[in-house]
């Protein structure tokens, strides 16, 4: 993989966690990067529950990245508020 393509797999994976971020109940806590991290485990965590399912782009399939990502967001938002409350 180049760098360009490194660099357009990490736009789509936070794009992706951009669109589960407003499907979940919660938010990420972070800016762009921490998205970008989010979508690229989601994108991980929805290749292994769900395959290789729907379109594709730039590497990243695009339904189980969202799926994934909405995953993630939903167990570090009810993680973040858990750890929050004393």
Known sequence: MSIVG????????AVCAFIADRLTPG??????????????????VGGALFGSLGP??????????ILGSAILVFGLS?????????
């Open 6 to 13: 490194f660099i357009c797999y990490l736009i789509i994976a």
């Open 27 to 44: 938010s990420i806590p972070g800016g762009f990067f921490t998205a970008a991290v989010v979508g690229i485990l989601g994108a991980w």
């Open 56 to 65: 594709s782009l730039a590497g990243v399939a695009l339904l189980p990245c």
């Open 78 to 86: 009810f993680l973040s508020k858990s750890f929050g409350k004393k």
